[in-house]
């Protein structure tokens, strides 16, 4: 630019003298800008323009010159705002293209200048939001994008309108604060959401069936998704930086949102490119990258290393083709050599004549131009012709140097990636040897377990039988055995009581004996006492003969002592043989005894050996019976695994007839809702966990198939109810989350119909895995939880205690009422007298009446919804109950809602009436307000109950209770209504025929007045009824959809 302002410089100081010699003339700068302005306008308008053909580039890229020759994008929006961008489609698409050139490679003011037509931009995409099909469709999302890279730019001012940045301008970006690269990281996924949601659009209203791409309308559409792909491509490789950074500040915890975010967004722009990358439109025009087959591993940061940056690359377009449009340009916009072909084509443009034109000044003051005012502008044009091609020059210079450059790191990233992969495929190949040589030996392990297994299991089984039948025998040898030993007993007891008998017999001889020997001993002892006595009595006879008699008298008893001594012995004598006879007999029997003893046993060897032969041919029977049964066996097994086989091709065949209905046109009729899909898919899932089951007992026990059989069949047809039902219900969704959910419950049908498969095989059997079936209907299920409609916009464990609250504020609101009225009424006693207090009593007590009548009809509400719920909750808990039942439970919530309001109302109504302010009509509106919200209530209630319930048929006895009271309260207020009316009597006996006839055409007027009046708000009530009903509809999820395909 400097060399511009020095070339400006130079030339001759005579064209200001001689411009300002012309009256009203423009300066060199004036015209140099008419010229600029005039230049952008025809390639602006030769860019945009309503034919569906790609915008060429070589008018684009002199929008972009204009804004960094001015500075800003001023004269690109004073030619936009003159463009009606509102009325065709194709010429507001054509725009966001050359703008989002513009935000890209134009001057950075392009951004600021561009801000202030925000709100108009925002308007022209609500606009064409209404549209749901063809350029309008696009063009909405696309402004929304542009809007979006606006706002993103604007609070980001560091990044470039190209999204190029090194790493260290990106930290910088980040200022080193966790909080600031959290933020950043949340709108560039803002930022790419739209950028998909453009892409996704784009190739929706593209029949991809043709080849779209070689056509100019399909290629007008195509266009703008390289710039597309130049910002996605940026904003994916900053991305995935930045959650590198923020995992090793942050815990995984916290980024679990951004990493599903990111998983979400890695998908589709994989899908994308890989999708672009085969059309043939784009492959003459950017090389787009591949990105890799799996998303970065954030929580491991070694990972960084193995990301590689996506690099796009627009091949260079040849210097001739180049140099060739740049001329044209230059000649077409900025070198007029005769001044009356530019005015021709400005005038062709714009539509203004040479004479009529206001900055036509060939002609201006009727002047001609001299020979050195034509030569000056002559030599102007030439210089300014000289800078803009030297720009161009520069411009494209620099531009070939960055398309090269970026052609190197592509080739050097390329270089970098096959190394890394072909090192990643060695060390794959290298680990799959290793893991297929362990499979094998673990499958041939486990062959030889499962072998061994059934072997065993066999064996039990024959071991078991073997055992049962020698259990019986044993039995029987048992009892014999102890028949044999009660007798052995017998004997042994009659043994015993010989050798007791003979012990006695023993120890009674023992006894005499001692007795003899202590009578022996004892006599002898008598007899030493006695010598010694003698002796003393001898010795002191000498002594002593006065003791004389006293000697003699010891002599004779003692006498008498040996003569009972004696007698005793002769009778132990005599009873010693008696016991030796005793003895004898014992002995005898004794002998008797030993002779039957061995008599018994001999019985008994004999029956040991003929039940040892007996156990032999048993032996015997029971091997060639095992023989038989084994084989027997071998038959059934096959049997069993042939009706297993045949029940899982048949459940394979019901899949696949749901699969193939999917493709069936007829079935695009069909509908359904996401509530029963949802329920459909629980239902589903119950039964993917039974197949389970009964597969881990096959495997256990594989004598029972039955089990298996059964959880086949009805998987098969809850799988292929699952599949029609989310077809059916991606009819009714809009058209990306029809495609989401199809696409689902199509991967669905493939991992049951791969699950068959598994248990089909033998080997395989043990093995087949259900958790990838599982997954793809949770995500069904996920699907269809966001398609069900809200209703009250609760969650979901919140409406069991919202039904307990509503119905106690019902409760409450009844009682309140009930109170309320008791005190208006003694406030009227106190205050009213005559009519006015007998009417305000009357109406007073009937509200009373309803006011009871409601609370009996909310108590029998509550007793029978609990008999409901403890009848159908089953296992489940209460909250369960009224979270499975939720359409039924918000029927509840509402009614309730609706009567404590009505009673509320009613109060109020009732309040002013007795005041004087209000209305008999408000009154009786409120009441008969009251009864339809009793009987929604009573509806709601009923509509689960068993016909024979009792609380059921008190809840209708309250409804009659409320309706009566109801019907009470509307006669009373009508009577009171007459009675007041009847008081005031009219008087006309003080009116002149005048002034009646005056009245009488007043009445009329009023009359008249009233009816219209009351025609209008008959109107008024249709359509707020139709619109309270839509209301209705919309809170608790009316859609009119049918529990189940159409």
């Not at 027997?632 to 297993?644: G, M, N, P, T």
């Not at 002013?912 to 339809?932: D, N, P």
Request: hydrophobic residues 35%; proline residues 2%; aromatic residues 4%.
């Amino acid at each position: 630019m400097d060399r511009v302002k020095s070339s400006m410089q130079q030339v001759p100081n005579p064209i200001p003298k001689v411009l300002s010699r012309r009256a009203g003339g423009a300066n060199s700068l004036e015209a140099e800008k008419e010229n600029f302005e005039r230049s952008q306008a025809v390639s602006i308008n030769k860019a945009i323009n309503t034919q569906e053909v790609a915008v060429k580039e070589k008018h684009a890229r002199t929008c972009i010159l204009g804004t960094h020759h001015e500075k800003g994008a001023h004269t690109f929006w004073l030619a936009v705002n003159r463009l009606p961008l509102s009325s065709n489609a194709v010429l507001c698409w054509k725009f966001c293209h050359v703008f989002h050139k513009l935000l890209r490679d134009g001057h950075p003011n392009v951004i600021k200048d561009s801000m202030r037509h925000k709100a108009d931009l925002n308007d022209m995409s609500r606009m064409w939001g209404h549209l749901s099909e063809g350029y309008g469709k696009l063009c909405s999302i696309y402004l929304k994008l542009l809007i979006t890279k606006m706002e993103f730019h604007i609070k980001n001012p560091r990044f470039p309108g190209n999204l190029q940045m090194s790493n260290r301008q990106l930290d910088e970006a980040g200022e080193n604060d966790v909080n600031n690269f959290f933020q950043l990281t949340v709108e560039m996924f803002d930022y790419l959401d739209c950028e998909l949601n453009l892409f996704l659009g784009v190739f929706s209203s593209l029949d991809m069936s043709r080849s779209v791409s070689v056509t100019a309308a399909g290629q007008c559409r195509l266009a703008p998704l390289i710039q597309v792909i130049l910002d996605s491509s940026h904003l994916y490789d900053y991305t995935v930086k930045l959650l590198f950074k923020l995992h090793s500040c942050l815990p995984a915890d916290t980024l679990q949102g951004h990493r599903d975010r990111f998983q979400e967004q890695f998908k589709k722009l994989k899908s994308l490119f890989y999708r672009s990358s085969n059309l043939q439109y784009f492959k003459r025009l950017i090389q787009i990258p591949q990105l890799p087959e799996n998303p970065p591993n954030f929580l491991r940061a070694s990972a960084l290393s193995e990301h590689i940056s996506p690099v796009v690359v627009i091949p260079a377009e040849s210097p001739e083709s180049e140099h060739v449009v740049e001329t044209e340009d230059l000649v077409d916009t900025d070198i007029p050599p005769l001044a009356s072909t530019v005015d021709s084509k400005f005038d062709d443009l714009f539509g203004t004549s040479a004479a009529t034109d206001p900055f036509n000044f060939n002609n201006q003051n009727g002047m001609r131009k001299d020979e050195k005012d034509r030569l000056i502008e002559q030599l102007t044009a030439e210089l300014q012709a000289v800078k803009e091609e030297l720009e161009s020059f520069r411009l494209e210079s620099g531009r070939l140097c960055q398309a090269l450059r970026g052609r190197v790191n592509e080739l050097e990233a390329e270089l970098a990636e096959q190394t890394h992969l072909k090192q990643q495929a060695l060390g794959e190949s290298e680990f799959l040897r290793v893991e297929l040589d362990d499979l094998r030996r673990v499958k041939e392990d486990t062959e030889k377990e499962q072998r061994s297994l059934s072997e065993i299991e066999r064996k039990a089984q024959a071991n078991e039988q073997r055992y049962t039948k020698l259990k019986e025998k044993y039995t029987e040898l048992v009892q014999s055995h102890a028949d044999l030993l009660r007798k052995n007993a017998e004997v042994t007891r009659q043994m015993t009581v010989a050798c007791a008998a003979q012990d006695e017999v023993e120890n009674v001889k023992k006894e005499m004996q001692d007795r003899l020997k202590a009578a022996q001993d004892a006599t002898s002892q008598q007899e030493k006492t006695q010598l010694e006595q003698l002796q003393a009595l001898q010795a002191e006879l000498m002594s002593s003969r006065s003791e004389l008699e006293t000697l003699k008298s010891t002599i004779t008893s003692s006498q008498q002592s040996t003569e009972q001594l004696s007698t005793q012995l002769s009778a132990l004598e005599a009873e010693k043989a008696g016991l030796i006879e005793t003895v004898s007999q014992k002995e005898a029997e004794l002998a008797s005894l030993g002779v039957e003893l061995k008599r018994v046993q001999s019985s008994l060897t004999n029956e040991r050996e003929s039940g040892v032969k007996a156990t032999e041919a048993l032996q015997n029977q029971l091997n060639e019976k095992e023989s038989r049964e084994q084989s027997l066996e071998s038959e059934l097994v096959s049997l069993r695994w042939v009706a297993l086989r045949a029940a899982l091709e048949e459940a394979g065949r019901i899949v696949q007839d749901c699969l193939n209905q999917l493709e069936d046109p007829a079935h695009i009729s069909c509908t359904s809702s996401a509530d029963y899909l949802v329920c459909r898919c629980q239902v589903a899932l119950d039964c993917v966990e039974r197949l389970q089951s009964a597969r881990d007992g096959f495997v256990s026990d594989n004598t029972d198939v039955s089990g298996l059989v059964r959880a086949v069949t009805q998987f098969a047809h809850l799988v292929g109810d699952v599949i029609v039902q989310g077809s059916a219900t991606s009819h009714m969704v809009p058209v990306e989350q029809a495609d989401a959910l199809a696409d689902n419950v199509k991967e669905c049908g493939a991992e049951a119909l791969a699950l068959l498969c598994q248990l089909k095989e033998q080997e395989s059997v043990g093995t087949a895995d259900c958790s990838r079936l599982r997954a793809a209907l949770d995500t069904v299920m996920v699907l269809g939880e966001k398609l069900r409609p809200r209703g009250l916009e609760l969650q979901q464990g919140e409406l069991g205690d919202l039904v307990e609250q509503e119905m106690a504020a019902t409760s409450a609101a009844v009682e309140s009422a009930a109170a309320r009225i008791e005190e208006m009424l003694n406030k009227s006693r106190a205050v009213d007298t005559g009519i006015k207090m007998e009417v305000n009593e009357r109406i007073l007590a009937s509200c009373t009446d309803l006011m009871q009548a409601i609370k009996v009809l909310v108590l029998s509400s509550k007793d029978l919804q609990r008999d409901i719920v403890e009848s159908g909750r089953g296992a489940a808990s209460m909250k369960e109950f009224y979270v499975k039942n939720s359409r039924w439970t918000e029927g509840l919530i509402s009614a309730s809602k609706a009567v404590g309001w009505g009673a509320t109302m009613l109060v109020d109504a009732a309040d002013q009436m007795v005041q004087g302010t209000g209305k008999f009509e408000e009154l009786m509106v409120c009441s008969h307000e009251i009864a339809a919200s009793t009987a929604q209530l009573v509806a709601a209630s009923k509509v689960k109950a068993d016909k024979d319930s009792p609380n059921l048929s008190r809840l209708r006895q309250a409804s009659k209770g409320v309706t009566q009271a109801t019907a009470g309260v509307v006669a009373s207020t009508k009577s009171g209504k007459s009675q007041i009316e009847d008081t005031e009597t009219m008087d006309f006996s003080a009116m002149t025929l005048t002034q009646i006839k005056r009245q009488e055409m007043d009445a009329q007027v009023l009359v008249l007045e009233l009816e219209t009046r009351l025609q209008k708000e008959r109107e008024r009530l249709g359509e707020l009824r139709k619109k309270h009903y839509e209301l209705a509809g919309v809170a608790e999820g009316w859609g009119g959809e049918e529990e189940g395909t159409g």
